[in-house]
């Protein structure tokens, strides 16, 4: 992820305790926004580096599609959404 997109968030508690964050990633090119489930407290620090973490995950595994050398397909992680804003 690129220094100069932003990331705001929000949270709220779910019935079940755990935290559903929304994200919005303002970037010109490339508007984004998602949810990420978390299921321990953490800072506003730390969950926006588990986003850009995800997102580089995301990023790498889209960059190792190559039919000529397959690889074990990567576990879909159901605990973070990202879609087009």
Known sequence: MENQDKISITSKTLASGNRQVKFFIEDEEKPQYGYLLMTEPKSVGEIIEEIKMRMERRRS????????????????????????A
């Open 61 to 84: 595994a889209a960059l190792n599609m190559n039919p000529f050398f397959p690889l074990q397909p990567t576990q879909d992680d159901h605990n973070f959404y990202l879609f087009s």
